[in-house]
């Protein structure tokens, strides 16, 4: 079964990568707006390099905020702000942060084909500070789920109970926002997205189809042989009863 992982598929060198492109939505169009990429990677300037983040061309560490973060390492980092408040980076594992001005910190997956996915996410406050946050995700402009965390270590978590169907090349953003305080102060938030690609639900009704159809040849041609042989028989039969009498 064919699966994404955020976390284990996360590129320190392209966006997008594979199926996964970091980037922004403008604030005042909700989760709507257009998508915009990020463009640059930097590692965080002070004392903890190996956490690194993907921002746009207006922002870098310590400014806007906005951006997507990612600890390189396979333990968790914690990360003292200049400011003095506290950021747990889960090892591995990948953060979001939403801007300043109130933009959308998005990560967009995008189908790589045709098919039934499986949607498997975990959201969670890291900041020592948190206060609200809001989450979404949402498929084709249509918001699938949106839900807020509140305070520190607040997570909710989002599965499919069935599976969504998606066309090839058609985007699921992951989104964080400011949320209800409509600030973005202590909104880094942990975003776990695990993707499966359900096998054979598309290809299924037409290998079924084709195996139909081939039987289906088979059976006539049998019923067929049936039918001459008989009809060739009962022609040698009259014609020698013609014969005969
Ligand atoms: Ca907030």
Request: hydrophobic letters at 40%; one cysteine or more.
């Given at each position: 079964m064919p699966t994404w992982s955020l976390s284990s598929d996360f590129s320190l060198i392209h966006n997008?990568?594979?199926?996964?492109?970091?980037?922004?939505?403008?604030?005042?169009?909700?989760?709507t707006g257009m998508f915009s990429l990020f463009t640059h990677l930097d590692p965080e300037p002070n004392d903890y390099s190996e956490i690194i983040a993907w921002f746009g061309s207006?922002?870098?560490?310590?400014?806007?905020?906005?951006?997507?973060y990612y600890n390189t390492k396979p333990m968790n980092i914690i990360l003292k702000e200049p400011n003095t408040n506290i950021i747990t980076f889960t090892a591995n594992g990948v953060a979001m942060h939403p801007g300043d001005d109130g933009r959308f910190s998005v990560v967009r997956f995008t189908a790589p084909k045709d098919g039934n996915y499986v949607l498997d996410t975990t959201f969670t406050h890291i900041h020592n500070c948190a206060l609200y946050s809001g989450v979404y995700i949402v498929y084709n402009n249509l918001t699938l789920w949106e839900i807020g965390l509140a305070g520190p270590g607040d997570s909710k978590s989002?599965?499919?109970?069935?599976?969504?169907?998606?066309?090839?090349?058609?985007?699921?953003?992951?989104?964080?926002?400011?949320?209800?305080?409509?600030?973005?102060?202590?909104?880094?938030?942990?975003?776990?997205?695990?993707?499966?690609?359900?096998?054979?639900?598309?290809?299924?009704?037409?290998?079924?189809?084709?195996?139909?159809?081939?039987?289906?040849?088979?059976?006539?041609?049998?019923?067929?042989?049936?039918?001459?042989?008989?009809?060739?028989?009962?022609?040698?039969?009259?014609?020698?009863?013609?014969v005969i009498g």
């Open positions: 997008p990568s594979s199926v996964w492109s970091f980037g922004s939505k403008p604030a005042g169009h909700h989760v207006d922002t870098i560490w310590y400014t806007h905020g906005l951006g997507v989002f599965k499919t109970t069935d599976s969504i169907t998606v066309r090839a090349n058609e985007p699921i953003d992951f989104i964080v926002g400011v949320g209800l305080d409509n600030i973005s102060n202590c909104d880094m938030t942990l975003a776990r997205v695990d993707i499966h690609l359900l096998e054979n639900q598309i290809e299924s009704p037409v290998i079924a189809g084709s195996i139909g159809f081939v039987l289906g040849i088979i059976f006539t041609t049998i019923l067929l042989c049936i039918y001459y042989r008989y009809r060739g028989n009962r022609q040698n039969g009259n014609a020698g009863y013609e």
